[in-house]
């Protein structure tokens, strides 16, 4: 692999070389933010993009309320069994880390043993991108940004090669959408069920003001219209 580099035949360790190369002209101060924002930092904001569309959801409170909070659910289980999914993926491929093969690189992130393909993080946050994305349009383009950002950041600080993310993608994308009308089948009903409750229903449906109806599909007579945001789940 070393000598592949070398020769300039192999464009996932050049393009490896080049982002990382990044890290080394960049300020000290610098590379200790995206070693955070890599590592933590970008995870944190994918819960926190999750709960504000919750919240959002669950504000707007539409007849499809039940359909875009059973795509919401399906978003963080989409992510732990792409997670479990890539744990055979890894052991079968046994990829090294970059940094063990090639020298030079300026690794932000000490202590990284396992197997380098493909990405844990970017498996993750692309999975929790395209499950905001069914859920909720505009929710789900930020949740994709943040996760290419994430893979970027894994590359520039030297702990994945650009194959290893991109297979995340893959990966965190495949599990989200071919299991995706087998959650809704599921969660839908519940959540449905869920929303009926008088205590439980909070969590599905804003509870609506003296002498609205809560009824789902229910005429709101006090309320003017507002144009409705459409979401992608069905």
Known sequence: MAVL???GSNPDVELLYDIN????????????IMEFVGEYGLLLAMVLLVVWCWWSVRRRG???TASSM???????LAAGIAVLVNIPIRGFVERPRPFVDHQGLD???????????????????????VGLFV????FGIVGIGLALLEGFCRVFMGVHYP???????ALGTAVTLLLAPLASALLTPLMRAVERSPRAGRLVRRRAAAG???VPGARRAVEPAEPEERDLAA
């Open 5 to 7: 580099a070398e020769s």
């Open 21 to 32: 190369g990044l890290a080394k002209d960049a300020p000290h101060w610098f590379d200790r």
């Open 62 to 64: 539409t007849e499809d």
């Open 70 to 76: 059973a795509a919401l659910v399906w978003a963080p």
């Open 107 to 129: 690794v932000l992130v000490a202590g990284k043993t396992d197997f380098s393909f493909v990405s844990d993080h970017a498996t993750l946050t692309m999975a929790l991108g």
């Open 135 to 138: 859920a909720n349009r505009k």
């Open 163 to 169: 194959t290893d993310v991109i297979g995340g993608f």
């Open 212 to 214: 609205v109806p809560v």
